[in-house]
């Protein structure tokens, strides 16, 4: 799940960042309208938080030339308190909703989810064979069995359930789950294909996830 945030101000910026990287998503912040147009045309994103003031434009200019531009990902807007008429126009500019200054972080994180959620129509889970992901509730289980992973296992999991049956390389990987062009003669993906195999997998009748020599890795099932 990537993440765009456009606010100049570095320490709400960073605030932003460190929370949602601690709830597993990947995180690029832009400090201009111009940064983040560019980087919005040059990443996918499925969700950008746009802060009405910025230095070099307003945000609700910024949620127009993103929805020009055919962006569509969710765009959740931060406004001042009190702002109305920045909500009803940012709203009217292509926001999906919107969040006035101070806000609580929870808050945020709660309003990011249901986002999310809205994309995926409602589907608050991912099921792959007797797997399955709970984003609401953030929990795995395997048949029966819970199953316990760190927030970086989690992203890496969603990522091959969002991709089930597709072979991924370790670039596309390491570009959707980390953010970082890792090079090859980085181990940190298979150390954590490999974390999250001994909790999924392992204890199990038949094995998900398949290394694809020279490739990359695959969610599937095989006969
Ligand atoms: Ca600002």
Avoid at 10 to 22: D, S
Wanted: proline share 2%; no cysteine; net charge negative.
């Amino acid at each position: 799940m990537r993440i765009l945030v456009i606010e100049d101000e570095v320490k709400m910026a960073g605030f932003i960042r460190k929370g949602l990287e601690e709830a597993g998503y990947v995180v690029e912040v832009a400090q201009s309208a111009a940064a983040g147009l560019m980087l919005s045309a040059n990443g996918e994103f499925d969700l950008v938080i746009l802060d009405v003031m910025l230095p070099d434009g307003n945000g609700i200019d910024v949620a127009r030339q993103l929805r020009n531009e055919d962006f569509k990902g969710f765009i959740l807007m931060l406004t001042a308190l009190g702002g109305t008429k920045d909500r009803v126009r940012g709203l009217d500019a292509g926001a999906d909703d919107y969040l006035p200054k101070p806000f609580e972080f929870d808050e945020l994180l709660a309003r990011v989810r249901a986002l999310l959620r809205r994309r995926e129509g409602g589907v608050s889970s991912l099921q792959f064979e007797d797997l399955n992901m709970d984003l609401v509730r953030r929990k795995v289980t395997r048949g029966s069995q819970d199953v316990s992973l760190t927030q970086k296992e989690f992203a890496l999991l969603e990522y091959f359930l969002r991709n089930a049956n597709r072979p991924l390389t370790r670039t596309e990987i390491g570009e959707n789950v980390w953010d970082v062009h890792f090079d090859n003669e980085s181990n940190v993906i298979d150390v954590y294909v490999r974390h999250l195999r001994k909790k999924i997998d392992e204890p199990f009748n038949f094995k998900l996830i398949h290394t694809l020599t020279g490739y990359g890795y695959v969610l599937r099932k095989e006969a």
